[in-house]
């Protein structure tokens, strides 16, 4: 993303300011993707992950019912509302209103909370998008490991959720792809790995992008190829 060259902006330690707070406040001031969101009014940078796969793969077409998962503080919300499309959210943290979104509060794994979601979307949707990730432990496998398991009860939802040819984009961490698309494989005739350009590069994660569900039972065998599933290139 190209930005009118600025003087990078620095931070001075405050007593109280821890040095990671610094570095974070510091990269938040340098970020032209976080200038970016404040002059086009998204509640986060996230929008432009979601904007730049989007632009690439075409996931935001007109008329789509999303269903978006971990959607606070509301900028994937706010961009597919911004394209006319219905969304129905979900969060453990409350989102602002969206004209044209509802938002339901809990956590994506209580069968409870799938339940009243399910309810909310009263019928299948077109798009299953999930950004959720767990607190990271610094563990590199732990961290993983839960990744892969938040993923594959994404997966399990979209066999419920999404429409014969539906599409979702779930985030992982690296080193979680090759069991989710073991897991995605079957169920959807196309899967790819993405790193859009908003994404930081010190950032571990990485975006699957499953198209096409076949809203049969994911036991049937895939229809792709495991070994010519090629990583996407920006
Ligand atoms: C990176 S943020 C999402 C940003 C959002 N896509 C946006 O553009 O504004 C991740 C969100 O996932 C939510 N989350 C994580 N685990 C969750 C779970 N098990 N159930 C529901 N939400 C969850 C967090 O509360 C957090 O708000």
Known sequence: MSRARQPKQRVRTARQRSNASTRWLQRQLNDP?????????????????????????GLLGPGR????????????????????????????LPVDPIAGCRFLVGDFRDDDVQGALLKALDGRVDLVLSDMAADATGQRIVDRLRAEELAEAVLAFTDTVLRAGGDTLIKLVRGAEPAARAAALPRFAQVQFVRPPATRKESSEIFMLGRR???????SSGRQDPMSNENDRW
């Open 213 to 219: 569900h076949n809203a049969r039972d994911p036991s």
């Open 65 to 92: 019912r999303v269903c978006d998962l971990g959607a606070a503080p509301g900028s994937w919300s706010q961009l597919c509302a911004r394209r006319g499309l219905e969304v129905v959210g979900l969060d453990l």
């Open 33 to 57: 993707y976080v200038h970016r969101a404040k002059t086009e009014g998204y509640r986060a940078r996230s929008a432009y992950k979601l904007l730049e796969i989007d632009a690439k793969h």
